[in-house]
């Protein structure tokens, strides 16, 4: 059967669809919106299969488009060299004309449009590799998955890539629609093996259901209706299994006991305390997942305190029940004690709280991701440090392998373990993902450098605990006579670190004072023998100097360090260790070409002719301190530095 020309009929549809809304009037209209259920789905897959002018020819079948936009498509279409009558759709989708020159989608963009079965949310997301980070921001959220193959070139490798980020943001409904069928003539033996080798690749990703539809989004094959051109192909067109997928529908087997549990379920993060008056107190939120009334009794997860709900209070009314997604204000019938952060639960089925677990991690970031790198982690509204203590493995998206990484790189997909300074309310990601899902944030840039999904907690979290010891660190304090501090000294190599430490701890010592020196050369000959020079290493490095000074200050010592410590952020992590109060960063500020001219150890030498790969200051980084307490320079005498740190120290 001979393809329709769609562009032919354009008017002769916009005109039907007037004339049917204008006879059941717009109220019905909006009726009927509001009754249609939402589907949330993406689109991914490689860069060129289509992904942006699938999504123009669903919003063009769907009569979502005004008659200006048709007539710039249509002109925009001849002008970028569309063969005869056919409309380019990726226009609509990528934006204007002259953005569309540079022929790639970047960000994440998100199309809305209905049928008279559904509404939809699409997320359009760019398939280049360096922009994976956009795609699972779009998966975050959708319901199912329509990911986009060229019938020409196959399975790539980003198209293994988004689907396993799929099955990992947990999508279960995923449609591989094997697209610009046109090119390879409508060939069944094409779309067949496409088909086999995907189902293949993705057996073991967990997908509820995994369909394949043969199309064309330029031609508009299968995507609403057959076009004679795959006989052969009798399933679903692409709008007909949107608008009848059910992304509840699932084959594992649910119980009594399951569906009760899911009743009682109650997640509500507390927003915001809302305190108009004295006389009114409640706890602003959405609830994320459940229901609540008046009546039920709730949890604080933190405090484990309880309480009664006596009304749910929102801008026009209160409600008699709230459901998910309802954002609302809470009051209950006594005070509790709860803050922004905290997670509220019903008190028949408590949520569990941790500060290490396991997580498949998304990179996010061209920084390196490291191990004992302190970052800021955020799930749901709770905000704690954080840091990867160990990376287990990375995953290798082209054959599932696991193999052995000491660091993360942008787009890297691996499970680590996480450990958190403060416990978290958390569930595992297949069970909430609103309670199993995070994000971590560059502590200094504020940038988010990964996504994670937690997949169990460690045991550890429920085994260790901290035992109450009956001295204390005043005790050892007032025994020793003066207060436990650190002097962190860093600087680069040749600086001064060791020789004004030194310095420091003959006066300190001829005082009285209880001291020790921790010196880089010296700790790795002992404690940190098995660590190199690495970026990696290097944190390492410091995250274990800073737990033992943290120790010696707990025993009441006044400690100095000599490191180089180049990284900001590994300086900052032992100044949140240690404590602020505790902690006097010491910059020994020995430019660099007077470090070389003492050379002392011989390492510039060696760095400059190529020996030493990672030498601080010539071929690795170091980040000069931003507000240390006291910068040692070398206009002055030893002594005159000595009396400065002294009195700092005493002060």
Not at 225 to 252: C, F, H, I, S
Not at 280 to 305: C, H, M, W, Y
Not at 488 to 498: D, E, I, R
Request: charged share 25%; net charge negative.
């Amino acid at each position: 059967m001979p393809r329709q020309n769609k562009s032919a009929g354009i008017e002769t549809s916009r005109s039907s669809r007037r004339k049917t809304t204008a006879a059941t009037g717009i109220d019905a209209y909006f009726v009927e919106q509001q009754n249609q259920d939402l589907l949330r789905f993406i689109t991914c897959g490689s860069v060129d299969d289509g992904k942006s002018t699938l999504i123009g020819r669903l919003l063009f079948e769907a009569q979502q488009l005004f008659d200006d936009q048709l007539t710039t498509l249509q002109s925009d279409s001849k002008r970028f060299g569309t063969q005869g009558d056919d409309i380019d759709f990726a226009l609509l989708v990528d934006g204007l004309a002259a953005e569309r020159e540079q022929g790639i989608t970047i960000d994440v963009a998100y199309r809305f449009f209905t049928t008279t079965r559904r509404k939809f949310i699409v997320a359009d997301t760019p398939g280049h590799e360096q922009y994976t980070r956009n795609m699972v921001t779009g998966a975050s959220t959708a319901d199912a998955a329509v990911l986009l193959v060229a019938a020409r070139a196959g399975i790539l490798t980003q198209t293994k890539r988004h689907a396993f980020l799929c099955s990992l943001t947990g999508i279960k409904h995923v449609v591989l629609a094997v697209n610009k069928m046109d090119l390879v003539d409508f060939k069944q033996s094409v779309f067949e093996q496409i088909s086999d080798d995907f189902k293949s690749f993705a057996k073991d990703f967990g997908f509820e259901s995994i369909t394949t539809i043969p199309v064309s989004a330029l031609k508009g094959d299968n995507i609403t209706e057959r076009l004679g051109n795959t006989a052969w192909y009798q399933g679903l067109t692409l709008m007909e299994y949107l608008e009848t997928v059910d992304p509840t529908t699932t084959t594992k087997t649910i119980t009594e006991s399951t569906i009760e549990a899911q009743r009682e379920k109650l997640i509500f993060p507390v927003q915001w305390v809302n305190r108009p008056h004295a006389d009114f107190r409640g706890f602003s939120g959405n609830v994320v997942e459940g229901s609540l009334k008046p009546g039920d009794e709730i949890r604080v997860t933190a405090s484990g305190q309880t309480a009664i709900v006596t009304a749910l209070v929102t801008m026009g009314r209160d409600l008699p029940e709230a459901r998910t997604g309802d954002a609302i204000t809470i009051t209950l019938d006594r005070e509790i004690d709860a803050s922004r952060g905290d997670v509220i639960s019903s008190a028949k089925s408590p949520l569990q709280m941790t500060d290490q677990f396991e997580a498949a991690i998304v990179w996010m970031h061209l920084d390196e991701g490291l191990t004992g790198r302190s970052y800021e982690l955020k799930l749901a509204c709770q905000w704690t440090s954080a840091s990867i203590t160990n990376i287990k493995y990375r995953i290798d998206v082209n054959t599932l392998a696991n193999e052995a990484c000491r660091k993360l790189g942008l787009n890297d997909i691996a499970v680590c373990n996480i450990s958190t300074t403060k416990p978290v309310t958390f569930d595992t990601y297949e069970n909430s993902p609103a309670l199993g899902s995070f994000i971590l944030v560059d502590r200094f840039t504020h940038a988010t450098v990964a996504a994670g999904m937690i997949r169990h907690n460690l045991r550890r979290a429920q085994n260790v605990h901290v035992q109450a010891l009956t001295i204390s660190r005043e005790d050892r304090e007032r025994l020793n006579g003066h207060k436990g501090k650190v002097i962190w000294f860093t600087g680069l190599s040749g600086a001064g670190k060791s020789t004004l430490a030194n310095a420091l701890e003959m006066e300190l010592h001829g005082r009285g004072l209880r001291t020790y020196i921790l010196d880089g050369d010296n700790i790795r000959k002992g404690l940190n023998k098995d660590l190199g020079f690495i970026d990696a290493d290097r944190v390492e490095n410091i995250r274990r100097i800073a737990e033992v000074a943290k120790l010696m200050t707990d025993a009441g010592m006044i400690v100095m360090t000599a490191f180089i410590s180049p990284f900001r952020q590994e300086r900052e992590m032992a100044r949140d260790l240690i404590g602020a109060d505790n902690f006097l960063e010491v910059y020994v500020s020995t430019p660099l070409d007077i470090c070389e001219q003492r050379d002392i150890k011989g390492l510039y030498k060696q760095a400059r002719q190529g020996k030493i790969p990672n030498m601080t200051g010539i071929n690795s980084r170091y980040d000069v301190p931003s507000n240390p307490a006291y910068v040692a320079s070398t206009d002055q005498s030893i002594e005159v530095m000595v009396r400065a740190l002294v009195d700092l120290i005493a002060g």
